[in-house]
């Protein structure tokens, strides 16, 4: 009835290969920066639309003046208010479309410096993990020399025990040897 409400959600199983980190983390980076540079070539877009609306607006303020005043020059004084209308409206889009532009065009340059610092993150953390790599070899290496130096070592201490069981045994037949001289004697 309560559908699991109480649950606890099953954690990612996390890799237990240090190499596999590095390569979740890398991908996971790698992503970021790809959405970050996807978003920030959306807004170049706006900001090249937000360009030509620009544009478009100061001409159309042009237009407006210029018609205005022949309107002026007519005495026609209902197109004149009408005009004047116009133009407010067009310095409002225009006065709008700049804000717009200004926006794009900075959100647009901090989306780029945050792909930029992720990438410099991904490159550092690839020669961290080529170093991380040849660690592991080298360690890999070291480890197995160390097995078989450990091995040897083995080897060297059962020869050892031997030895002195030999020399117990020599040193016990000699007292052997001894006893059955003074009974003997």
């Known amino acids: ?27 996971n980076l790698e992503r970021q920066a790809s959405e970050l540079r996807k978003s920030a070539a959306t807004l170049l877009a706006l900001k090249g639309e937000l360009t030509r609306a620009v544009e478009r607006y100061t001409r159309r303020l042009a237009e407006l003046d210029a018609r205005r005043a022949t309107a002026e020059s007519r005495s026609d004084a209902k197109a004149v208010a009408v005009l004047k209308k116009d133009r407010v409206q067009a310095e409002a889009l225009l006065a709008s479309t700049r804000e717009s532009l200004e926006r794009a065009e900075s959100d647009g340059a901090l989306l780029l410096e945050a792909a930029a610092e992720l990438g410099e993150r991904v490159e550092e953390l690839r020669r961290e993990r080529e170093s991380a790599s040849a660690r592991l070899v080298m360690g890999g290496i070291v480890t197995e020399a160390l097995k078989e130096r450990v091995a040897r070592f083995e080897q060297a201490l059962v020869v050892d025990a031997a030895r002195d069981e030999v020399e117990r ?16 004697d």
């Not at 199983?13 to 590095?22: G, H, Q």
């Open 169 to 184: 045994a020599h040193a016990l037949a000699d007292v052997y040897r001894e006893e059955l001289r003074e009974k003997a």
């Open 1 to 27: 009835m309560f559908f699991g409400l109480w649950k606890r959600k099953k954690e990612r199983s996390r890799p237990v290969d240090p190499l596999a980190a590095f390569d979740e983390l890398l991908e």
